[in-house]
């Protein structure tokens, strides 16, 4: 398994209240999926992503992602292994403004002194449609150029994972239509794991596994028709409250 969590649990102090953003989730996926967390507002959805990529860490439980414990690296091997391991797409797209398309998909690379950056960077920005825009500053693009453009920096540095914490909210349905789209072709046609938070029917409605998180709580885990007609290992499912 690519990604296993087991016993998660994740608290926040609020004054002198604790909330729980997420209680003892176990939860297993595969390399090649395509997931949909979905849930209310503050039901632990991007908590469950920061600490799936290294940017917060678990109170209690263990997370191991390509088989590694995340929960036990310092804080400079978490930001390591998450250049190397993770791909990490944002709501507000966060492009470096100053600098064109192609020199921020070219960004983690170059944190990484990769050789061939350039060829590499265009690849990606082909990969997405967006090669001709290439030397445009954030500020030239539209929000779904600037949303690809974050794709592609995301997919550059080959991730073992790409999280995506609700990638179309900043985007009108047009847009996020197209921007769904191409990440399904990316999952289905380079075979890049995709985790993505949403609110939108429409999001899931593309995924090939979609988990609901409700207070915390994992209490649905689910796979689409079209995998489970594919012949999809259900046995990677070993959350409760399983709804296949
Ligand atoms: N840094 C923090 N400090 C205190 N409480 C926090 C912090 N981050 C999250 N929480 C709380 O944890 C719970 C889960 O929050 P989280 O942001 O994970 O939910 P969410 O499902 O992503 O919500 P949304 O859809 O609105 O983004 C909420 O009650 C939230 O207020």
């Known amino acids: 398994m690519l990604v296993e969590l087991r016993n998660v649990s994740k608290r926040y102090a609020m004054g002198d209240i604790w909330v729980d953003a ?3 989730i176990t939860l297993s996926l595969g390399k090649g999926e395509f997931l949909a967390v ?3 507002s503050g039901s632990g959805k991007s908590t469950l992503l920061n600490i799936l990529s290294a940017l917060d860490q678990c109170d209690s439980g263990t997370v191991q992602v390509g088989g590694v414990n995340i929960g036990k690296l310092g804080e400079h091997k978490r930001s390591k292994f998450r250049n190397r391991h993770i791909g990490i797409v944002f709501q507000s797209f966060n492009l470096i403004p100053v600098l064109t ?3 921020n998909v070219m960004y983690p690379l170059t944190l990484r002194g990769v050789k061939n950056a350039k060829a590499r960077a265009l690849q990606a920005l082909k990969d997405v449609g967006l090669e001709k825009q290439a030397g445009q500053r954030p500020t030239q693009l539209s929000g779904g150029q600037m949303q690809r453009v974050a794709i592609a920096r995301a997919i550059v540095t080959r991730p073992d994972i790409v999280l995506a914490d609700e990638p179309t909210a900043n985007l009108d349905s047009k847009t996020s239509e197209t921007i769904m789209a191409l990440i399904q072709k990316l999952n289905r046609e380079q075979g890049i794991t995709f985790v993505i938070s949403t ?3 429409y999001v899931t409605s593309l995924a090939s596994r979609v ?4 207070d915390g709580e994992l209490v649905s885990d689910r796979l689409s028709g079209d995998v489970l007609a594919s012949g999809y290992d259900r046995s990677s499912i070993t959350s409760s409250g399983v709804e296949v």
């Open 22 to 24: 997420l209680k003892d």
């Open 38 to 40: 979905k849930g209310p």
């Open 101 to 103: 398309a192609l020199e």
């Open 199 to 201: 609110h939108d029917d």
């Open 211 to 214: 988990i609901t998180i409700l």
